[in-house]
């Protein structure tokens, strides 16, 4: 009996001591991710900037939540509202300041960012946002990155057509 304790004892001391298989990501890995999820965040970008809604949120999950100012909501209420607004829009431009990107996990990452967004509106007023910030949570979906979770903030300034 105090032998198969001491073999007991033993064993779990070796197999505590070996080194196990680690789940963390190399640098290269986490490079890797990054670069996977700022070519996603360009794409909604140059996809924004050409007020093209409908191939911007191909980027998003169909699950994805939203949070901004004063509402937490879906992705049709998301797409929705983006669509509805873009349609008062003649033009947008975004000026980054900063963005960071950070890996969480093979399949979990996250971006912040932090830029100035200017807008003319149809009716020829101007809208500027400076400071405007986002965080973007991204999964991965098979071979996919797409956004699951987003939070923009900002308080924009609207100058009116005619004004200076």
């Known amino acids: ?9 033993l064993l779990l ?3 505590g001591c070996t080194p196990q298989q680690s789940d ?5 890995q986490k490079d890797q991710i990054k670069s996977e999820v700022k070519a996603v965040m360009d794409s909604i970008e140059a996809r924004w ?3 093209d ?3 911007a949120v191909q980027c998003y999950s169909l699950d994805m939540v939203a949070v901004g100012d004063s509402s937490i909501i879906d992705f049709q209420a998301y797409k929705k509202g983006w669509i509805d607004f873009n349609n008062s829009l003649a033009t947008v431009k975004w000026t980054p300041i900063q ?10 990452a996250m971006s912040a960012g932090l830029g100035k967004v200017e807008m ?10 400076n400071p405007q910030v986002w965080t973007d949570v991204y999964r991965k979906f098979g071979n996919e990155w797409k956004i699951i979770y987003e939070h923009g903030s900002g308080t924009p300034v609207i100058q009116k057509a005619g004004k200076k």
């Open 1 to 9: 009996m105090k032998a198969n304790i001491i073999v007991a004892v």
């Open 13 to 15: 001391f070796f197999i």
């Open 24 to 28: 963390q990501l190399t640098q290269q």
């Open 49 to 51: 900037l050409r007020l």
């Open 53 to 55: 809604v409908e191939g």
């Open 99 to 108: 963005w960071e990107f950070i890996v969480l996990s093979k399949d979990l």
């Open 120 to 129: 003319l509106m149809k009716s020829g007023d101007k809208m500027t946002t």
